[in-house]
């Protein structure tokens, strides 16, 4: 790419390279402490940003240039296929069988190989992908914006802590009662909102979750507040007593097993009429019902099923830490999963899954970093979305071909 | 009586801080309709911006007078800056892409503005001096209203009149509104619609900026967070006035505003905020495009 | 079809793991725990835990330097019974999820005892994990009642006095030093303030003839307070406490003292900081709070400061003496007890006095320091005084 190295190019990047020093000279230059009126330049910091912000741009209209061909090339698809190739490799289903093949060696194997530790995040990435597929029903398929999917999560952790504490019941029963409970909020946050439209849906259901985290932390005597709750029983099997290392390999196995069982479901509901009907709410509310879908019981099943899997995935998650108070589910939490949804390309199961693992495990890996950990995160969510807004996996839609009707039937 | 009056006056000053951030919110959500979720982090480093400047300008031993101004122009000069800067980077790449996309840009700005600055400056509450001069009328009337209060409730009103004068009646406002309706067809009409984009947020960012210096030094300290809780809170008060509408974000602030003020007086404030999302849901239920948003019709 | 042989495999795949699962619960799980922790040579591993990322870092980082001070001197010395010492950091950024897994990194990595971690969620997250692994945890920091008082954590213990002990204080405090029979109790809704505020509240409510006249939280970071301090000003209390941090406790009382409300504001260890006299300014005047007793004098505290100032060139920051005790206590214990054995450090834990800037300590029973707790202060020309 010599042409990247030109006069012209480098003034270019000088000048990026000047605005950014402007740009970051009060922040990064110079720190006040107003305590002690003392006032401290860092002009090493001025540097540095000169020099970063003149190779990046380098990079960035690189980037750019290579993301939207420049109109004056011979017009060919490559950007298209460079982006399809993938996926025509993901659909293939000889290369699919062994791909799923190997993961599932790795992931049995995978207790054995590695330290806790690491089956412990390990676990944390599951349980994000089931959440990442659950908010994929109602984002990705059925197309309503909700920035407060974490209250149902919430939900889910605080009913099997409630219950446990109360009532004693076992992981084994407060999971589908979590999971019930959640469905039951969802098609309470679904009522009020059947008819609002994008934005406003939006900030509706960011407050139904930042009302929820509200009343977990107000109502003491329900939820005993901020504090929390300790000492939540790990998961574990009636007559068997398990260390602590041998039960955090068995809710990895039961992650997995739960997580396998939401691919599972998720992937037949996409093609089930129900998931047929969220798709085409999606993209045309008004035609959708002149077709005679039912709008209000497609947009309360969106609620209802996306929700579901948060509150199993919130059961898994106080059985994981032990403990919960309010803080684990704020709206950072909420916009989190909504990246992963986001990033891993909306609507397709590869790709929320590559994209959980991606959100949560990078932070884990950064540890070392842990200082620039959020930047970082901040960083990578905007850059994705400028050279891969499709995600990282776009969605392929079903494409029903003339010459595989016959099989298609068979299939349904 | 008086209870109910100073609870008033309270929920106007609390409304006025959330209108000055609202009204960026609304006007940049009007003109291109995206929801900048990066918006309360303008207001967060304008509010920076300023205490630097006021730090340094003070040592070097400048007038009160000359500190404040100089500290206004350089907040505003510098969040503008930034609100261009982040539109080129992470907006305008994204123009033709999903709805989604620019929103999650946004939320990936705001997290990395705020950041940004708890790395390059603190984690801690820094105190912000008092720049605005202490009105002698009001003196006898301190314990129900400060100086600082009637500056923010005039710069709201005064802010609002003018942006809905410059929509209204100049040349930019027009093309402003052109771009709004359609972009394409106001391109092909001849609207320079990137500069249009760009002045869009420069007036936004000039708002938050004010906004960051007036309400940091009414209250007195900041740190790198407030423009996020700032940021949602006038997000939500520009969705209940009606997203897009000015006069709309502004009644959407002082409702929001009172709601959470005779919540807390005669309720409880422990549940302030359930109250003022509550009331959104209701209002939603009952007008579905805000207090003063036009209900569209979809056309088929 | 590509699509429906897929969920075919899918669910073949379903049906091995499931199978896969149960056998491996069954048959190999109740075999493998952790490895026996005797029979170590090599560095001794200590492990501290807490927030050193994020909005709290400035809470977390002046713990892990100065176990690092402790832990240079004592190497210096030739370490523990010939064994040098190594430290592991993690980071928990505060939340409980995150101290799960820092958790059990630190018991992956092998460490032997842990000092941390800073906030009291975090810390009771991170708890569960070590009482598995058998390892002492010493926070400098985590006030939370129940950590010790529930009885059960044998592990853990702490430099710091408990909520508790902060929340008798201020109430005795109040009672008896300012004569306030009706209080208004506030707090921040925050794990800590609203805890301690909870704590004032039921010790207000056991006193005959006093009376609670307002219980409320305030919203961390709200643009005002107003409201609420009309609604003090209502209740006509006369004196408030206040559970929760500085920055909210400087918007109250400036708020409160610009509308001619002089009555006493007596607040927790949050607020006994000098960000908070310098925000409020000339309405700090006279604001009570509490804070560790001043151990400013103990010429181990001398030195212990002037040691951070050689080698970190600024002086140290939150929790810093207490962190500087605990490490101390742990490295006193394990030296004591001649070994890692938990039981062995936890018995010299409870009967091996330490010499530390917070004073001779040792531990009671629950796992709290003896003789370490608070006194008031009051801003007084702008500095804080201990009161007698």
């Given at each position: ?115 806790s530790y690491?089956v412990n995040i390990m676990t944390t990435a599951l349980i994000y992908?089931v959440l ?18 974490v209250a149902f999560y919430a939900v889910g952790a605080y009913s099997y802590a409630l219950l446990n504490l109360h009532f004693g019941l076992s992981f084994w029963i407060c999971l589908p009662i979590g999971a019930a409970l959640a469905?039951?909020f ?26 929820i985290r509200?009343v977990l932390e107000n109502w003491n005597d329900f939820s005993k507040g901020p504090s929390g709750i300790a000492g939540i029983p790990r998961p574990g099997i009636p007559g068997i007593e398990m260390s602590l290392n041998a039960s955090s390999v068995f809710l990895y196995f039961l992650m997995i097993a739960l997580a ?47 929700a579901t899997w948060a509150g199993m995935g919130g059961v898994m998650f106080a059985a994981k830490t032990t403990f919960i108070n309010p803080a684990s589910f704020t709206?950072?939490e ?26 949560i ?52 | ?300 | ?24 619960a069954?048959?190999?799980l ?19 835990g ?42 928990d950024a505060c939340k409980p999820e995150m101290a799960v897994n820092a958790a059990s990194k630190l018991v ?6 842990i000092?941390?971690h800073?906030c009291s969620g975090a810390t009771n997250a991170a708890l569960g994990i070590y009482k598995d692994a058998k390892l002492?945890v010493?926070s400098?920091?985590a006030?939370n009642t129940d950590l010790t008082h529930s009885g059960n954590n044998p592990n853990f ?34 794990d800590?303030?609203k805890g ?193």
């Open positions: 790419m010599w042409k990247f190295f030109s006069l012209d190019e480098i003034k270019k990047s000088l000048l990026m390279a000047l605005w950014f020093i402007f740009l970051t000279f009060p922040i990064m230059v110079i720190r006040v402490n107003p305590i002690y009126n003392v006032v401290e330049w860092r002009w090493q910091n001025m540097a540095l940003v000169g020099a970063g912000a003149f190779f990046l741009s380098f990079l960035w209209r690189y980037f750019l240039e290579y993301k939207n061909p420049a109109p004056s090339k011979p017009a060919d698809d490559a950007a298209v296929s460079r982006s399809g190739r993938f996926s025509e490799l993901l659909r293939s289903s000889g290369t699919r069988r062994l791909a799923i093949g190997a993961a599932v060696i790795l992931a049995l194997a995978f207790p054995y190989l590695f330290s690491q992908v990442g597929l659950g908010l994929n029903i109602v984002v990705g398929l059925a197309g309503l914006l909700d920035l407060g999917y469905a039951l969802g098609i309470l946050l679904g009522f009020p909102v059947l008819r609002l439209r994008g934005d406003y849906l939006a900030i509706v259901t960011l407050g139904f979750g930042e009302i509200l396998l069982f939401t691919i599972m479901v998720v992937s037949r509901l996409r093609n089930s009429r129900i998931g047929r009907a969220w798709i085409a709410l999606r993209e045309d509310e008004i035609a959708c019902q002149a077709m005679g879908v039912d709008k209000t019981k497609t947009k309360l099943t969106a609620f209802a099923l996306g709206f950072l909420s916009a989190i999963i909504l990246s992963i949804v986001v990033l891993g390309g909306m609507g397709s199961i590869i790709g929320v899954i590559a994209s959980a693992f991606i959100l495990l990078l932070p884990e890996y950064l540890r070392a970093f842990s200082e620039y950990r959020m930047l970082i995160f901040g960083a990578v969510l905007v850059i994705m979305m400028v050279f891969r807004p499709q995600g990282l996996i776009s969605n392929v839609r079903q494409t029903y071909r003339f010459k595989g009707l016959q099989e298609n039937k068979e299939g349904d | 009586m008086d209870y109910f009056l100073e609870l008033f006056l309270g929920g106007l000053t609390r409304g006025s801080i959330y209108a000055l951030i609202a009204l960026g919110y609304t006007m940049v959500y009007g003109i291109i309709e995206l929801i900048n979720f990066a918006h309360g982090e303008i207001y967060m480093i304008g509010a920076f911006t300023a205490l630097i400047a006021a730090s340094v300008l003070n040592i070097m031993g400048f007038g009160p007078v000359t500190i404040l101004i100089l500290a206004m122009v350089l907040a505003i000069v510098y969040s503008c800056a930034y609100g261009v800067t982040m539109e080129k980077i992470a907006y305008k790449p994204l123009r033709h892409s999903t709805r989604l996309a620019p929103l999650i840009s946004a939320i990936g700005m705001s997290i990395f503005f705020q950041n940004y600055v708890l790395l390059a400056q603190t984690s801690d509450f820094l105190p912000f001096p008092s720049l605005l001069p202490e009105l002698e009328i009001l003196e006898p009337y301190a314990y129900i209203i400060r100086s600082s209060e009637v500056f923010i409730i005039l710069t709201t009103f005064g802010v609002m009149v003018l942006l809905t004068l410059l929509i209204k009646f100049t040349r930019i406002g027009k093309a402003m509104r052109a771009t709004a309706q359609d972009r394409t067809m106001a391109m092909l009409v001849g609207v320079d619609v990137n500069r249009v984009i760009s002045m869009t947020f420069i007036i936004g960012s000039s708002m938050a900026a004010i906004g960051g210096v007036l309400i940091a030094s009414h209250i007195g300290q900041i740190n790198f967070y407030i423009g996020f809780i700032a940021g949602i809170k006038a997000f939500t008060a520009a969705v209940l006035g009606g997203i897009g509408s000015i006069p709309g974000a502004v009644l959407g602030s002082l409702v929001l505003g009172w709601t959470e003020s005779f919540a807390t007086g005669y309720i409880s404030s422990d549940y302030e905020d359930v109250f003022a999302f509550g009331f959104l849901v209701l209002i939603l239920i009952f007008r579905p495009a805000g207090l003063l948003g036009k209900a569209t019709t979809q056309k088929v | 079809m590509a699509r429906f042989k897929n969920a075919q495999s899918l669910k073949k795949g379903f049906v091995l793991t499931v199978a896969a699962v149960a056998f491996v069954l048959v190999v109740p075999a493998t725990s952790f490895a026996a922790k005797d029979a170590k040579a090599g560095p001794l591993k200590i492990g501290v807490g927030a050193h990322s994020g909005d709290l870092a400035s809470y977390g980082l002046p713990t892990v330097k100065a176990v690092e001070l402790v832990v240079k001197a004592k190497n210096d010395a030739g370490g523990i019974n010939g064994r040098m010492i190594e430290l592991l950091t993690q980071d992956t990595d092998g460490a032997e005892a000092i941390g800073i002492v010493i400098p920091s006030t213990f702490r430099t710091i006095g408990s909520d508790y002990a902060q929340a008798k204080s201020i109430v005795d405090f109040s009672l008896k030093n300012l004569n306030a029979k009706n209080i208004a109790v506030i707090h921040d809704k925050g800590y303030g301690l505020a909870e704590l004032a509240k039921s010790l207000l409510e056991a006193t005959p003839g006093v009376a609670v006249a307002l219980f409320e939280g305030v919203t961390p970071g709200a643009v005002d307070y107003s409201a609420v301090v009309q609604k003090i000003k209502q209740s006509k209390a006369d004196a408030v406490i206040f559970g929760g941090y500085h920055p909210e406790a400087s918007k109250i009382v400036t708020q409160m003292r610009r509308r001619g409300m002089k009555i006493p504001f007596i607040s927790d260890d949050g607020v006994k900081d000098d960000t908070f006299i310098k925000v409020a300014g000339k309405y700090a005047e006279g604001v009570y709070a509490t804070g560790p007793k001043d151990t400013s004098k103990n010429p181990l505290t001398i030195k212990a400061i002037a040691d951070h100032k050689r080698v970190y060139g600024e002086d140290p920051g939150a929790f810093f003496i207490n962190a500087y005790a605990a490490a101390q206590a742990l490295v006193n214990a394990i030296e004591k007890a001649g070994s890692t054995d938990f039981d062995k450090i936890v018995n010299a834990l409870h009967n091996e006095p330490v010499e530390t800037p917070l004073g001779n300590i040792k531990f009671d029973e629950r796992g709290d320091a003896i003789g370490v707790g608070f006194s008031i202060y009051q801003v007084q020309n702008g500095v804080y005084v201990e009161m007698e």
